[in-house]
């Protein structure tokens, strides 16, 4: 298994507080991802990174913010969360880019905005 | 934008039958196919890649196959176990390796009765 650690597994948080996930990795892989699993919708892409301090928008960024200051912690920041923020969520780590590249993910984190 | 479809939903099916998988996704300018299995609660684990340029990947059991000109993929499972049981996912990444990630179907929830 892939070293990918998420923290906190799981979370109850108030409207309006901000939540911080992080995602931890052992594997020193270049690229790190954010996405969040909802019924109906599958897996979404919010924010993804390819180097320290290098990240980009995916799908669903609005209301997510992302920071990568070190090679293995990628963080996601819910500014202000919302109810609709409620998902679970998970980190992935790929190598490099490539056809015969895999992507690896974490166990995920549930979080609960109430 | 690319979207990718996974038929059935659900499937009930007894232990020992041999099962497919559909999945088919609307740009065929792809990178390469995933199939990833969820079980209840955890994370996605990758199961078998297969690059633009393949036909079709083994893994014991397992055989993915992929037809990129139609945009269709079948995972098949050979003489199913109750261990199987579990949550099936599809993933397309696009032509230009681009760090954005996986495009994932909805996925297929697989149960095997003993």
């Known amino acids: 298994d892939a070293g990918i650690t998420q923290s906190p597994r799981h979370k109850v948080t108030e409207t309006g507080t901000p939540v911080t996930l992080r995602c931890h990795q052992t594997?020193?892989?270049?690229?790190m991802y954010w996405y969040r699993q909802d019924p109906g919708h599958g897996l979404r892409l919010i924010h993804y990174?390819?180097?320290?301090?290098?990240?980009d928008k995916g799908e669903v960024s609005d209301g997510y913010s992302v920071s990568r200051s070190k090679t293995e912690d990628f963080l996601l920041t819910l500014e202000s969360a919302t109810s609709s923020q409620t998902s679970v969520y998970f980190c992935?780590?790929?190598?490099?880019?490539?056809?015969?590249?895999?992507?690896?993910f974490g166990e995920g984190s549930w979080l609960t905005v109430v | 934008k690319q979207e990718v479809t996974q038929i059935p939903a659900a499937l009930s099916v007894p232990e020992g039958e041999n099962l497919v998988l559909n999945c088919s996704f609307t740009d065929s300018a792809i990178y390469n196919l995933q199939w990833f299995r969820q079980d209840p609660g955890k994370g996605l684990t990758s199961l078998l890649l297969?690059?633009?340029s393949q036909r079709e990947q083994t893994s014991g059991r397992l055989n993915a196959s992929l037809d990129k000109s139609s945009g269709r993929s079948t995972l098949y499972i050979a003489a199913s176990q109750p261990g199987d049981s579990a949550t099936y996912l599809c993933a397309v990444s696009e032509w230009g390796g681009g760090a954005d990630g996986l495009t994932f179907g909805k996925g297929t929830h697989l149960i095997i009765q003993p």
């Open positions: 297969i690059q633009s």
């Open positions: 992935a780590i790929s190598e490099q880019l490539g056809p015969g590249n895999t992507i690896y």
């Open positions: 594997e020193n892989h270049r690229y």
């Open positions: 990174s390819y180097g320290v301090k290098d990240t």
